[in-house]
């Protein structure tokens, strides 16, 4: 069997629908996914930011630093870099 995927740089949403369909392809006929994916990359200044961004807002009491409101911040930033 030959699938030919058309991958469009100028078509974002066309991009995301066409590794979608690379990633359940790898799964279902290499039986393994592809390497890196649902990882998030940073580098440690972007790193920083990020916790000095979150910290900003417990100290402006706009976030509780306890553990379930960390993980909705980090859920937050999760879905804007990775998804």
Not at 21 to 33: F, G, V
Not at 35 to 55: C, D, H, S, T
Not at 60 to 74: I, N, P, Q, T, V
Request: proline share 1%; charged share 30%; hydrophobic share 35%.
């Amino acid at each position: 069997m030959k699938t030919v995927i058309c991958f469009d740089t100028e078509d974002q949403q066309g991009m995301n629908d066409a590794y979608e369909i690379m990633s359940y392809m790898c799964i279902t006929h290499l039986k393994r996914c592809m390497p890196g994916r649902g990882k998030l990359v940073v580098n440690k200044i972007e790193f920083i930011k990020l916790l000095r961004a979150y910290a900003k807002q417990v100290e402006e009491h706009k976030a509780d630093s306890g553990l379930k409101a960390c993980k909705r911040y980090a859920d937050h930033v999760w879905k804007d870099m990775v998804d």
